[in-house]
Structures are given as structure tokens and as C-alpha cells.
């Protein structure tokens, strides 16, 4: 089997696919240790759905079996290595208006920076808000929905079960990779900063330069923002 995947990844590679595995450096444990990678990793395994597959994931993703994962808006695509090398989408619902609404509502002005956002450095208030099951950022079995092309019909096999693990592994690493799958804009939850910001608001006192605005949001402002 072991050669059988090593071919397989000779001929990906041999097409330009980089095939890079993402592996936790972790060998028990929790597989991720950032907030946001974390709180991705408690949420699946709170959902009773998964439970019975997780650690069979958690074991191929610590085996570096996960290979050029790719996160997009509303999508998630690798390659798991297993009897085969299998392709692996996972899809989650977009959040819908009322959610963005209502998060962006409960978070305005209370998180300091993007940068607070993204490691998580704000309130446990803001926190319980944002990691809530039914109405924060973070997906439920409900949302999610996986294709694989192995052959067990399960509607969560092993490799979709490591692909799981394995966004919580990148989140670690670009936590930013989180807003632009569930399609939710970062700015907007602190909007209250930004706003404050563009009515010309002092800060200590003194009013903010383009140089402190760089400082604080670590951008140089005639960049476009993504």
C-alpha cells in the first residue's frame, strides 16, 4: 500500500501538484494550539455525529496522510492518503445575513484590532458569542457536508474525518483562513474601531497617523486589503 501511494504521489508531483502533507508535530493530545484552531477542533468533536470517526482522522492527519489542503469560500479540498490516495471536498454553508448580522452586532467595538480578532485576544463574552454552536462562526454537522471517493458511504469517513482535523491544523498557522470560509469579512466585526478611526477619533489623546494606523493593524495602507 505504502508504494502504491508513493506512486501516486510521484505522479501528482510529476504534474506540478506540490503534494505537501500537513502534519500535527503533536503525537497525542490536542491536535491544535491557537484559539481559533482549537475552538475549530472542540466544535467537531462536540458534534455526536462525528465522534465515532474523529479518531481514526485525528490518527491519519498525526501520519501525515493529508496533502495539499485548500481552503476556500464555502470549501475545503485535499488529499487523504488511505488504501489509496483519495480526494476529499468538504463543503460548509455560507453564514447567512442574520448570522453576520447578529455577530458583527455583538462584536462591534469590543475587539481592539484584526489582529486581537485573529489570535483571539478579546473578551469571554466576545468569545462565548463567536464560538457559540448555534449562533457564532464556527459550522455544525447541519452545514457541513463531505465527498470523498473512497468506498465507504458513511457520511463521514476516516479521510473526511482527518481533513476536519487538518483545518484546525491550518487555522493554527492562518487563522485568517477561518472568515474566508464561513464568507464573513474581518473588518466587520470591528467595525466600531474602524469607524471611530474614520471620523478622525484621538487615541490618547493625539489624533492617529498613517504611521500608527500601520502600526496598529500591521498593513501599510496603500496596500488593498483582502
Known sequence: MEERIASQ???????GEPMLPLRSVRSRGPVSDTFWGTAWCERMEACSDYRDRLPLGRSRLRAGAVY?????????????????????LVRI?????????????????RIGSALDLLTGNFS???????VDPKHGLL??????????????????????????????LRLDAEPALLF????????SLVA???????????????SLTDQDLNDLFGIELDQEIS
Open 9 to 15: 504521489l510521484a505522479r501528482k508531483r510529476a504534474l
Open 68 to 88: 495539499d489542503l485548500a481552503i476556500a469560500e464555502g470549501e475545503v479540498f485535499a488529499y487523504v492518503a488511505g488504501e489509496d490516495l483519495h480526494e476529499v
Open 93 to 109: 454553508a455560507p453564514l447567512d445575513d442574520e448570522r453576520k448580522k447578529a455577530l458583527e452586532s455583538a462584536c462591534g467595538g
Open 124 to 130: 469571554g463574552e466576545v468569545m462565548a458569542r463567536l
Open 139 to 168: 459550522p455544525g454537522p447541519d452545514q457541513i457536508r463531505f465527498q470523498c471517493d473512497c468506498a465507504d458511504h458513511a457520511d463521514l469517513c476516516a479521510h473526511g474525518a482527518a481533513v476536519l482535523y487538518a483545518i484546525g
Open 180 to 187: 474566508t470560509l464561513r464568507g464573513l469579512e474581518q473588518a
Open 192 to 206: 466600531g474601531v474602524m469607524d471611530r478611526i474614520g471620523e478622525g477619533d484621538a487615541v490618547g489623546g493625539e
